[in-house]
């Protein structure tokens, strides 16, 4: 049974740093692409990083370029989010996903950026 | 970047009533969108994937269509378990980009 676990969600303030933790099992993580998307209270879904099984390859959304890096170890099927310099407007339930297509997801973790 | 515009926003329906979605995209996309579906209080669930293949599990009343620029999420009778939240999702090309969503409710 696939199963994706993220950790590390809470609150910090406007220029604070967390990192994200996404725990996968029942597939073979490390010829899988791994996803994060993120959905703000109320609203949309948002596509936030993905990064490729041998982790060469990663790609952001405009707005956290800079200020979050995706990163993953095949040895212990963990795929990380980085979030440094957090504003308010990252505020947010993040989502780890399986696949560049996101064909399945996490319960998701909570990040609250506010002073 | 490409921007994702579905239609309607929010629609309301009945059980047993046929139910279309429309997603455009501001470029061309080949087929490379998927649908998701979202339940109050629950993490979105992929249904499709391609434009157009169901993904395993999910009734056949959902279907999906379209290539291009232009796609359509269809409801073909719509179930008490469908009053749900609905996004595409563009992954032709980076940053992927959703829909903003529609909102099937009763």
């Known amino acids: 049974e696939v199963q994706v676990v993220e950790s590390g969600g809470g609150l910090v303030q406007p220029g604070g740093s967390l990192r994200l933790s996404c725990t996968a099992s029942g597939f073979p993580f490390s010829t899988y692409w791994m996803s994060w998307v993120r959905q703000t209270p109320g609203k949309g879904l948002e596509w936030v990083a993905n990064m490729n099984p041998g982790g060469s390859e990663k790609n952001y959304v405009d707005s956290v370029r800079g200020r979050f890096t995706i990163s993953r170890d095949n040895g212990k099927n963990l795929v990380y989010l980085q979030m440094n310099s957090l504003r308010a407007e990252d505020t947010a339930v993040y989502y780890c996903t399986k696949g560049g297509h996101l064909d399945y997801w996490g319960q998701g973790t909570l990040v609250t950026v506010s002073s | 970047d490409i921007q994702m515009t579905q239609s309607p926003s929010a629609m309301s329906a009945s059980v047993g009533d046929r139910v279309t979605i429309t997603c455009r995209a501001s470029q061309v996309i080949s087929s490379h969108l998927a649908w998701f579906q979202q339940k109050p209080g629950k993490v979105p669930k992929r249904l499709i994937y391609?434009?157009?293949t169901l993904e395993s599990g999910v009734p056949s009343r959902f279907s999906g269509s379209g290539s291009g620029a232009e796609f359509t999420l269809t409801i073909s009778s719509l179930q008490p378990e469908d009053f749900a939240t609905y996004y595409c999702l563009q992954h032709n090309s980076y940053p992927y980009s959703f829909g903003q969503g529609t909102k099937v409710e009763i």
């Open positions: 391609a434009a157009s």
